[in-house]
């Protein structure tokens, strides 16, 4: 039962009698409620004097009650039970949306009204009698009082339920873009769902059935609809019941493995698939069918919600002066929205590109107000300008985010990712040390990991630089360094590339059918990194839980069938060959006897070797006269002698010309 009284303006009746008719009902909601019900109020008491007289005296008394009793007792009935009603709300309530609870609620009120009706009898017909007096009210029944309560009840249920059942059933509606559809799940979710659907005063959805895995609900009907089996049977459904254009999952429980079994069951079916917003959306009951969203990669994908240690996160970063490097990138910005969760003293974004810069800094000083936000454009590979901001801004903790990620142009750029990922580093790194700042996290990657790339290998050298520098002479600040694989949606990565590609038509360009990946949602990351970085020492490099590998082959499949699209009919797979610097496999080394757990679950540190600080400072001589070099050679050559496990494998020429060649298709 809805509370509201406004209603509006497009769902409102236009047009024809019935039509005007209804919308005074609705400008006049509570008026017409009102005289509605007291229609059916003396409805009931003359039903109910018609049964009892022809019941008790038959002719002869037909025509003495209705003046002598009926007329007499009519007002006294009319003002008790509208003021029942209206104390129980029950005037308030939108007939279409006449439910269970509005049944409950007439059927107090008419108890209620019962027991007044016996009250006014004892009075006013039993109290005068007993004195000896003449009783005010000279006669009634208790059987005709029992009656008007059972035709209330029934006249007024009724007249709601009939008016839900109209609308919901019985109403001609338009079948213009109306989708049919499957549901999947016949649970609670399931079941409101459908009666949303049947609300709707438009139709969008024509519902063909459902499907649920319980072999104890196939065959039940719901609000109408049949179940026609389980989740298996999709594919034999579809095929029986012509034209589904969607699946709709009705299960808000459902785990990333449960998605994945229905999208790989769905394969081929060029269905599109819709999912409810969360469980708290119907918990609440702010759910409504407007809000079904798209089934996305990251759904599949994503893990179970990361669990801080909240105490120890708000202490690494409440009341403290934080910086972030790369603000603008997508961990950066996502780490600056984590860190304003736990009410930073001043949070100072650091950002080359200004278009990043911008768009975070409005987003956070629109979402937290409270937060002071101090936006800075810098590039960290200038010494100078890093030493002047760190000067006047005085930072308490540092999250170093920016870098240059992308294999492939690193591998044709490697002078600028020297620049960037590993001087860059050094400059932040040194000022931390000069100006006092307590702790410094890195965000690394697992392709430092005996790396097979530029990029890979420039990390390594940050990594070891900033391990190094951890408790060296002078330098108060702690350094942290935080490893993970790929995340899901950061720009440039191989989900926004395919959802282009799918976008055009295709076709969908894989480097390789072996090729594997870890990934993680960019929250996810974000928050083991503040989770690491809270719970480290100083001198750790950091290994975040990835899960499983996913070959990315079937990554481009999923999200292909996710489009309601055909691999092979609609969109091709491509294989394009594996690209300079990258690897078929990475690898996290979250296994052996190097490998430590510490207090949370997902967080692991690595047990590094140490590098010489002499050494260190030599490769970096050498590497700093090379930073205009074009000689990709030589710069390799340097970088294997701080990372001697640097193993620069570009895949044989004729291996990559052969699959673009052939064109290999997925089909």
């Not at 039970?81 to 104390?87: G, L």
């Amino acid at each position: 039962m809805s509370d509201g009284i406004s209603k509006p303006e497009a769902d409102r009746p236009r047009g024809g009698f019935l039509a005007r008719c209804a919308g005074m009902a609705v400008r006049h909601h509570l008026a017409f409620n009102l005289l509605t019900h007291n229609i059916l109020f003396a409805l009931a008491l003359l039903l109910a004097y018609l049964v009892w007289f022809e019941a008790a005296y038959r002719q002869a008394d037909l025509s003495n009650w209705f003046v002598r009793l009926y007329l007499m007792q009519l007002p006294f009935v009319l003002i008790v039970k509208s003021i029942i009603f209206h104390w129980m709300k029950l005037f308030r309530g939108w007939w279409r949306y006449a439910g269970i609870r509005d049944v409950v609620n007439i059927l107090i009120a008419s108890w209620l009204f019962l027991l007044v009706a016996y009250v006014t009898v004892g009075v006013f017909f039993w109290l005068p009698r007993q004195l000896g007096k003449e009783p005010i009210l000279k006669t009634y029944s208790q059987g005709v009082m029992l009656l008007d309560f059972l035709a209330t009840v029934f006249l007024v249920c009724t007249a709601r339920l009939g008016v839900r059942f109209y609308r919901e059933e019985l109403r001609p509606a338009s079948a213009d873009g109306v989708r049919r559809v499957l549901i999947i799940g016949a649970g609670n979710a399931a079941e409101a769902l459908l009666r949303e659907i049947h609300r709707m005063r438009t139709e969008r959805y024509r519902v063909v059935g459902l499907v649920d895995d319980d072999p104890t609900k196939k065959g039940i009907f719901i609000h109408g609809v049949p179940v026609l089996g389980a989740v298996a049977d999709i594919k034999r459904i579809c095929e029986e019941e012509e034209n589904i254009d969607e699946i709709l999952i009705a299960v808000p429980s459902a785990t990333q493995k449960e998605l994945r079994r229905i999208i790989k069951t769905c394969q081929g079916t060029k269905l599109k698939f819709q999912t409810l917003p969360s469980m708290d959306a119907l918990i609440d009951g702010r759910f409504i069918v407007s809000q079904f969203r798209k089934v996305q990669i990251d759904d599949l994908l994503g893990r179970e919600a990361v669990k801080l240690d909240t105490d120890a996160v708000a202490k690494f970063i409440n009341g403290r002066r934080v910086l972030v490097t790369g603000a603008g990138g997508s961990i950066g910005s996502e780490m600056c929205r984590q860190i304003c969760l736990f009410a930073p003293a001043k949070l100072i974004l650091l950002e080359q590109a200004e278009n990043g810069l911008f768009d975070i800094t409005s987003e956070l000083r629109r979402d937290f107000p409270d937060t002071n936000i101090a936006p800075i454009i810098c590039d960290i590979y200038d010494r100078t300008r890093v030493m002047n901001m760190f000067e006047s801004e005085r930072p308490d903790v540092i999250v170093h985010a920016a870098a240059h990620k992308h294999v492939p142009l690193m591998e044709t750029n490697p002078c600028e990712a020297v620049k960037n990922n590993i001087f860059g580093t050094k400059n932040v790194a040194d000022a931390a040390c000069e100006f006092g700042a307590s702790e410094f996290v890195q965000i690394s990657t697992d392709k430092a990991v005996n790396p097979s790339s530029i990029m890979g290998a420039t990390k390594r050298v940050a990594e070891i630089y900033t391990q190094s520098l951890n408790g060296h002479a002078g330098c108060p600040t702690q350094f942290k360094s935080v490893r993970f694989g790929n995340v899901l949606g950061s720009s440039g990565s191989v989900v926004p590339t395919f959802e282009r590609q799918i976008r055009r038509g295709g076709p969908v360009t894989v480097t390789h059918p072996e090729m594997t990946r870890y990934f993680m949602t960019i929250p996810e990351a974000s928050q083991l990194v503040l989770q690491a970085a809270a719970t480290g020492a100083g001198g750790e490099i950091f290994l975040l839980d990835m899960g499983e590998p996913v070959k990315i082959v079937d990554l481009a499949r999923d999200m292909i069938t996710l489009s309601g699209m055909k691999v092979g009919e609609d969109i091709d797979i491509v294989f394009s060959g594996v690209r300079p610097g990258e690897k078929l496999f990475e690898e996290l080394r979250t296994a052996g006897e190097d490998i430590v757990p510490t207090v949370h679950p997902k967080v692991k540190t690595w047990k590094h070797r140490i590098v010489e600080w002499e050494r260190i400072q030599q490769v970096l001589d050498e590497l700093q006269v090379l930073v205009n070099c074009s000689d990709r050679g030589k710069i390799i050559a340097v970088l294997k002698r701080l990372v001697p496990e640097y193993d620069p494998q570009n895949p044989p020429s004729g291996q990559a010309r052969g699959l673009r060649s052939v064109g290999v298709t997925q089909k």
